[in-house]
């Protein structure tokens, strides 16, 4: 309540880098009583921003005549329940990352910008001055007296009219005062035909879905482990109806690059409810009709990639994260946070339950199932399928590859193409060469802005760093001595050249980034594989989402080496997604499959675990690892990073930030500052202090009293730092 002797005081978090909120008098008088989670419209300087009420205090630190008054509450109701924006609160201060920043990256552009945030439509309809008008029988245009005969059958939608061609009459009309306007809810978005029966589920299926079923109207966190094809997607649907059926919602996260159009129609077949989608490449007006549908619940069902987790949903009752282990859900800039994980506490919050599905879990998800807090579910192998495919590994050292094929690669390649087979061929590495090289001086074109090499990209000729975006013309001889000038070593680019020229007239598809660029890119690349007509199927990691290459019976590995000796302590997890991926894409029913790695290693034993095990062989090996070495998830990490163009000055801040830590690092490893694996990239140094503590709550604690002693010392502006809280690269 208002109070002339008591002012009540808004807390409000506007887009800002700082870590805190602005006290601002409630407005003056009228409007909605103030609640936490609405917008307000507030003076700062000159100028009038949008902030978040974050909370609400009968008074101020500062003085008040220095308070001044917020212009309006722009919203009559908070724009997420409790629970959602609990959630967001509580993600501002785990990820230490300033509550405005957070606020607004979790809404549409336009309501940042203060748009309404219920959808309202423009509706016309015949005026009292209209009707009186119209008795006299005025002359009227043709468009005119169609209009008029249109609103004479009832008030019609002002998008409506303009698609009908009226929008001149309409003004026309309007302008002599015979029509007026109003506004009305918008219509709800077009359900799904929802004309598709569900199959009749698998014993495994019944199984999952039933106890998930029962968990319904409670918090639980779910494993779902099965591979791709083994029904996951089926029992999240059906797990959907039900929740549809009790009259709540479904929020569904996928990775960015899954969400395609035929996972949206397969959604809506099944569905006879209206399914919007949020993701990256939709338009703003497109993000904006989709989150209000939401919000109003018009839209039960929302399938969305990593900041979906923030769309307000009328009455959750499930969450599901597809893939739960793909990094995508970890937004790697600005407010670092991990969509998976949040999903985890906003189930937890709204007491419901959320379902993790994957082929190959992460590490952290599979040490949350033993220590207890996730139950795990399974799905086996597809149905029909013949057996899982044999695994082998090629010995590089014992095999010369030619072009980065190993000879017995070739035969197995040209073996599988006689039997009608297709052949998915598994390089991440875009480009001709990671390297170019000089025979004379031995020289290497380096990228004049990073510590990396350039890639050469022999179609147009063209020098490229893949870290900053420099691109130069390839040179014709060495720059320091003349001499000529070779690519080493193999991108998907080269070994499309040298497959072609090994297996002529054998028809082969390409997929890496540098020939997917648009949108149903890869949807009509890959047509090409499924209708056939391709036979060899190549690319990087884009191929190991969202698809699946049913007729591909050999899958070959060309460079394991990369994941098995990346700088990051991720990176052989990464290595065996991806192969257990891509692999588990191919294949089906009659034809056994088969895959090769190659590897310079043969004998290391992540990748042995991987071939004789499996992967639940390799996480069993990896968690041994980690849990030997103290890493995640038997550890907690955060990482403070700094860059700046003066390398000196980059290490200046992190020592001087290290010192600050001292006294209050309680539980706490504080290590560095290190050099990124990357130490020079687009032409700033990098370097970070790692914090490493056996649990949560000491590093939560240091960070809380520390960022803050950073803040006070005024760094250069020259320096960038930030924080990342739970990082999943610390390289
Ligand atoms: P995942 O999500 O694990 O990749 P899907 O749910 O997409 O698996 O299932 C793979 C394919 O098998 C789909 O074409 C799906 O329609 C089909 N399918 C799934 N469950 C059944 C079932 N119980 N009976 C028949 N077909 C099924
Ligand atoms: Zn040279
Ligand atoms: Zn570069």
Known sequence: MKDADNPLILQVALASRLRQTFDYLAPAQGGPAAQPGMRALVPLGRRRVVGFVMGLAADSALPAARLKRAVELLDPD?????????????????????????????????????????????????????????????????????????????????????????????????????????????????????????????????????????????????????????????????????????????????????????????????LAVPVVTLHSSMTDTERLAAWRAARAGTAPVVIGTRSAVFTPLADPGILIVDEEHDPSYKQQEGFRYSARDLAVVRAQRHGIPVVLGSATPSLESLANVAAG?????????????????????????????????????????????????????????????????????GWIAPCPSCDARLTVHMRNARLVCHHCGTDEPMPFGCPKCGSEVRPVGQGTERVEQALLEVFPGVELVRVDRDVIRRRGDIERALEKVASGKARILLGTQMLTKGHDYPDVTLVAILNADQGLFGADFRASERLAQQIVQVSGRAGRGERPGEVLIQSAFPENPLLVSLVTEGYDGFARRALEERQAAGWPPYSRLALLRADGPDRGEVFDFLRAARDLAADIAQGVRVLGPAAAAMERRAARYRAQLLLESASRGPLQRLLEAWLPRIEATKPSRRIRWSVDVDPIEVD
């Not at 005119?144 to 003004?171: C, K, N, S």
């Not at 086996?380 to 044999?390: H, L, V, W, Y």
Request: a positive charge; aromatic letters at 6%; charged letters at 20%.
């Open 373 to 441: 807090r996730y139950r795990r579910l399974e799905l086996p192998e597809r149905t029909g399928r013949a057996g899982k495919p044999r695994i082998g590994v090629i010995d590089l050292r014992h095999h010369a590859a030619r072009d980065g094929l190993a000879q017995p690669v070739l035969a197995a390649i040209e073996r599988h193409l006689a039997a009608r087979g297709q052949v998915l061929v598994y390089l991440n590495r875009r480009g001709y060469a990671p390297t170019l090289y000089c025979t004379g001086c």
């Open 78 to 270: 908070p724009l997420w329940d409790e629970a959602t924006f609990g959630l967001l609160a509580w993600a501002a201060q785990y990820y230490h990352h300033p509550p405005g920043e957070v606020l607004s990256a979790a809404v549409p552009a336009a309501i940042r910008e203060g748009a309404p945030a219920s959808a309202e439509i423009t509706m016309w309809q015949l005026s009292a001055a209209g009707i009186e008008g119209l008795a006299d029988r005025p002359r009227l245009g043709q468009r005119q007296r169609e209009l008029v005969e249109r609103l004479r059958a009832g008030p019609a939608a002002a998008p409506e009219l303009t698609t009908l061609g009226l929008g001149d009459a309409l003004r026309g009309l309007a302008r002599r005062g015979w029509l007026e306007s109003f506004g009305a809810a918008a219509p709800p978005p077009q359900a799904g035909s929802g004309s598709r029966a569900a199959p009749v589920p698998t014993d495994a299926q019944r199984q999952a879905c039933g106890a998930i079923a029962e968990s319904l109207g409670g918090y639980a966190a779910w494993l779902l482990h099965g591979v791709t094809g083994s029904g996951k997607t089926e029992v999240y649907l059906s797990l959907i109806e039900r929740v549809l059926a009790a009259g709540r919602s479904a929020l569904v996260m996928v990775p960015e690059i899954a969400l395609t159009p035929q996972l949206v129609s397969r959604f809506r077949d099944r």
